[in-house]
């Protein structure tokens, strides 16, 4: 007789379950509403903070092939994301799926990687947001906040008289962390709404900062175009692939969209494809504008206006980088409440967590619990090592899911498939290889501080999971 840690859920029960259970959430998004949450997930940190650093550090300009690369490993686990969410349309995206072909066990350290995605990701662009806001007030209207109350407790700056300054609150950071868990209790129809708006502000930032940074690019700039060599491209494409973490947020959202076996795949397809677009785009104009070692700056987009002396795209791009990284924050926090949700609902946390608002029908409980982590860890953190753990942690999800797809393809070949990601096996395995290849570029203490992460999350698993799962409760 299997145990239960590595026994799996069919996909019929997995859907039974959904549809019966008391804890279910309302179908009210479209493919429209979808795709602006993917793209609302997808453009933010990417463009507006970490592609400078790439360039500067690790590949050039090269860093144009590493938006590649992430891209094309990304467009590989998209359509297996594709095939998984049309087939389980229900809440947990990359969680639910490995319960469903990998076990027990795998499900709950692929929901536990996906706290780093979602939670971490988030904690990390509060705080980048809270940045870019801090300097918008200062450019723009003169205005210098308390260097104690805009950054966490292990955050220091040396001044030029060499005193040492603490960070004490980031309270930027915890009021939009607070508006956003607010807004999305109250409904995920207005959260959805209110990113679509803010959706066509940063597109249409990213778009003016391609219309006037064409203008003032020197080809000179691109030359040496791959000073780091071809690793140098590995290693950026490990970097910032957290740009391109969001697309899969989509199928977090998997049980509250209208026609979810069609509108998932197109959701996920669409806003992978406007975003990869629009990264290679700023990448190739960035890295025009000014010489690359010059762009390891916090706001590099911002940064190439300035030396091209259009003062005014400063002051739009800028509202533009504030929209688009509050966007992330909230997709983010959209999806980890429905990664508790659904792990909660299988007994792996406590059953509380999954209940759904009696008025709002939001998953408010594991929405709570989401905003006050982030709004802790966003008061006190710096974002030094939570950006690549980030990568890492989803990089390990889409793994995964690119290996869920070859297993059901196995195991239950003859079962409905409203959308078939091409070219099995080649696709999955390509998806493996190229995501295991961006994670053997991220750093040791990355590593490292993922597999403590691991660790803890099969303690926590051993302790309570395990023993108040519903499928192990269930007889074989």
């Given at each position: 007789m299997a145990t239960p840690l590595f026994r799996t859920k069919s996909i019929s029960q997995v859907m039974a379950e959904s549809e019966s259970s008391a804890s279910r959430l309302k179908r009210s998004l479209s493919a429209f509403d979808l795709t602006m949450i993917g793209i609302g997930a997808i453009i933010g940190a990417g463009i507006f903070a970490l592609t400078g650093n790439a360039a500067a550090t690790k590949a050039g300009p090269a860093v144009v092939l590493s938006f590649v690369l992430s891209g094309i490993g990304c467009a590989f686990a998209g359509l297996c994301y594709a095939e998984m969410a049309a087939m389980i349309p229900v809440a947990g995206s990359a969680y639910t799926y490995a319960y469903a072909t990998l076990g027990e066990l795998f499900a709950w350290i692929i929901g536990w990687a996906l706290v780093l995605e979602y939670a971490v990701g988030a904690i990390t662009v509060a705080i980048s947001w809270s940045g870019y806001f801090v300097r918008f007030l200062?450019?723009?209207?003169?205005?210098?906040?308390?260097?104690?109350?805009?950054?966490g407790y292990l955050v220091t700056q040396t001044d030029a008289a060499g005193v040492v300054h603490h960070g004490i609150f980031n309270v930027p950071a915890v009021i939009l962390v607070g508006l956003i868990t607010v807004l999305?209790?109250?409904?995920?129809?207005?959260?959805?709404?209110?990113?679509?708006?803010?959706?066509?502000?940063?597109?249409?930032?990213?778009?003016?900062?391609?219309?006037?940074?064409?203008?003032?690019?020197?080809?000179?700039?691109?030359?040496?175009?791959?000073?780091?060599?071809?690793?140098?491209?590995?290693?950026?494409?490990?970097?910032?692939?957290?740009?391109?973490?969001?697309?899969?947020?989509?199928?977090?959202?998997?049980?509250?969209?209208k026609n979810a076996q069609r509108d998932l795949p197109i959701g996920i397809i669409a806003s992978l494809i406007a975003c990869t677009v629009l990264y290679i785009g700023v990448a190739a104009v960035l890295t025009g504008m000014v010489p690359y070692l010059q762009l390891k700056d916090p706001a590099p987009v911002t940064l190439a206006l300035s030396r091209a002396?259009?003062?005014?795209?400063?002051?739009?791009v800028s509202v533009g980088a504030l929209a688009g990284l509050g966007s992330v924050v909230m997709v983010m926090m959209m999806g980890q409440p429905r990664v508790f949700f659904a792990m909660s609902r299988d007994g792996l946390l406590p059953a509380s967590i999954s209940q759904v608002h009696p008025k709002y029908q939001t998953p408010y409980r594991s929405t709570l619990l989401t905003g006050l982590v982030v709004?802790?860890?966003?008061?006190?953190?710096?974002?030094?090592?939570?950006?690549?753990?980030?990568?890492?942690?989803?990089?390990f999800a889409f793994v995964l899911v690119c290996l869920g797809v070859l297993v059901l393809r196995k195991s239950e070949p003859d079962r409905p498939r409203p959308f078939k990601a091409p070219l099995v096996p080649v696709v999955p395995v390509l998806g493996m290889l190229t995501c295991l290849g961006m994670m053997a570029g991220l750093d040791s203490a990355t590593w490292l501080n993922f597999f403590v992460w691991l660790a803890i999350g099969l303690v926590i698993y051993f302790s309570y999971g395990k023993h108040h799962s519903v499928l192990s409760r269930k007889p074989s």
């Open positions: 200062e450019k723009g209207f003169h205005i210098q906040l308390p260097f104690e109350w805009v950054n999305l209790i109250v409904g995920v129809k207005e959260s959805v709404r209110a990113t679509s708006a803010i959706v066509f502000v940063k597109i249409f930032a990213v778009l003016l900062f391609l219309g006037i940074g064409a203008q003032h690019v020197d080809s000179a700039n691109w030359s040496p175009f791959m000073p780091f060599g071809p690793w140098g491209i590995v290693q950026g494409a490990g970097t910032i692939f957290f740009a391109y973490i969001g697309f899969d947020a989509v199928t977090t959202m998997s049980e509250e969209a002396g259009v003062s005014w795209g400063v002051m739009l709004a802790a860890c966003a008061s006190t953190l710096s974002t030094e090592v939570a950006g690549n753990l980030t990568s890492m942690g989803t990089l």
